[in-house]
């Protein structure tokens, strides 16, 4: 009878509706049988929010601007927006959710034109917005990119002409800290131009964003080749590609690097997207991109010179994946620091080598490199989770300082500054 109603309400949308309930005869007649108080009717809202939805046994089925989503009962019952599920003051879940009946099932449903209503077995009730379950669901997040970015080549990132902030716009305005960190998340590389060339200064640019990351070398580090860190780094000679700090379990998010001096030749910076490089992986040779996103490696950094003892060990694969989206979230690439092989078994040692291979290759396209020449007051912040970089080898006196930050503390600053991310 309602569902009459709603056909006499919107008769545009008649034709679907009796499609959809003939469906849902089939798809749960126990839950017919079982449950006949249950509401099963299906609603319809006006204009472009077109709306049908199904109970099943086990899940609520809804369609809702032209996508089909599926919801868990207990789902539903565990993320109960209601004063006493959740404290809208903390944003925390208030449900002690182990107590929920985990074959829980609504004793009644009902769908308006915004909302669906539930009222459970024991008499409370949740209220879920249409939109909030639709920007909620499984399937809406499974074709959403967590991160929004733009690979690069050395032809795309030089033709898209991104314009450096300059210091002062950049420490004093939040429109040049967000502008930043726009290009920073979407290009992996960003730059701060005109920084006085001095360690503190370095460092006060690194605070803008967020807290810095102590690491075994410190807060601000500093560079020189003067072998006073036992690492290839603390050398004149060329190093290639990688990213830094494969060996902790959380590879440093961010890195600053600033020239505050250099005397002599060589010595640039070498800049390559690994996305870029993994994305002609996956697309070209999907079964190696799935070898390097499953297999672990191991890396370690050991450490004896000077008074200086470490022994940080990180594994992990070379690259990370949300495993719902398939998206890359982290390059750990490193083949100075990349410790024996002993996670995997001999069998997959020839496998993974080969895949190792295929990436290296792309990764080393001299398409892929952008140089560049740090000169003092220009600051590089590179995304160590997706860029690589390397350097040429040099002449002369060259002094770098720079410094780590955490991932989740720069994305929490763009977040707050309304950046996606
Ligand atoms: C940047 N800073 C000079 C401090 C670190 C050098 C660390 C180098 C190390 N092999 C790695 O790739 O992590
Ligand atoms: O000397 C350089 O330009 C960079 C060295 C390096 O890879 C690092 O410090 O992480
Ligand atoms: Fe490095």
């Known amino acids: 009878m309602w569902c009459r109603r709603l056909a006499r309400l919107y008769p545009e949308t008649r034709g679907l509706v009796s499609t ?26 006006p204009d472009a929010h077109e709306c049908s939805w199904v109970l099943h046994p086990d899940h609520f089925e809804l369609s809702y601007s032209g996508s089909s989503m599926r919801f868990d009962y207990v789902w539903l019952r565990d993320h109960c927006r209601s004063a ?16 929920v009946d985990l074959d829980i099932k609504p004793a009644q449903v009902r769908v308006d034109e915004t909302s669906l209503y539930i009222t459970w077995p024991d008499g409370h009730m949740t209220r879920y917005r249409l939109e909030w379950l639709s920007q909620n669901s499984y399937e809406g997040q499974k074709q959403q990119f967590v991160q929004p970015r733009k690979l690069w080549n050395e032809k795309i990132y030089k033709e898209a002409n991104i314009r450096g902030v300059s210091y002062l716009e950049f420490m004093e305005t939040d429109e040049g800290l967000r502008d930043f960190l726009h290009n920073f998340l979407l290009y992996g590389i960003a730059f701060v131009d005109d920084v006085p060339a001095t360690r503190e200064h370095t460092q006060s640019v690194a605070e803008r964003i967020s807290h810095i990351r102590e690491t075994i070398y410190g807060k601000m580090w500093d560079l020189t ?17 990688h ?20 005397e002599g030749t060589g010595g640039r910076t070498l ?59 982290m390059i750990r690439y490193n083949n100075y620091d990349r410790s024996v092989i002993n996670t995997i ?13 295929i990436l290296t290759t792309e990764l ?16 590089l912040f590179v995304d160590n989770w997706r860029v690589l970089h390397g350097r040429e080898s040099f002449t002369g006196y060259r002094q770098l300082c720079g410094c780590y930050l955490t991932r989740d503390d720069v994305l929490n600053t763009a977040r707050i500054l309304g950046l996606k991310a």
């Open 84 to 99: 006493s599920c959740y404290n809208t003051k903390t944003n925390q879940r208030s449900l002690d959710t182990a107590s």
């Open 243 to 262: 990213t830094d700090t494969t060996y902790f379990q959380e590879p440093c998010g961010m890195q600053l690097f600033h020239c505050l001096r250099h």
């Open 345 to 357: 078994p001999y069998n997959l040692a020839r496998r993974w080598y080969t895949a190792h291979r």
């Open 20 to 45: 959809l309930a003939k469906r849902q005869h089939r798809w749960e007649p126990k839950l017919l049988q079982s449950s006949p108080s249950v509401v099963r009717w299906l609603s319809t809202a």
């Open 271 to 329: 800049l390559v997207d690994g996305f870029y490089a993994a994305e002609q992986v996956r697309e070209h040779h999907p079964e190696e991109f799935e070898l390097l996103s499953n297999l672990p490696m191991r890396h370690e950094y050991i450490e004896n010179v000077g008074g200086c003892q470490n022994h940080m060990i990180g594994i992990g694969p070379v690259l990370n994946v949300y495993p719902w989206n398939k998206e890359l979230y």
């Open 225 to 241: 080749s003067d072998f006073s860190r036992g690492d290839t780094a603390y050398t004149k000679l060329a190093l290639d590609r």
């Open 364 to 379: 080393r396209k001299t398409d892929n490199e952008l140089w560049v020449k740090l000169k003092p007051g220009k600051v």
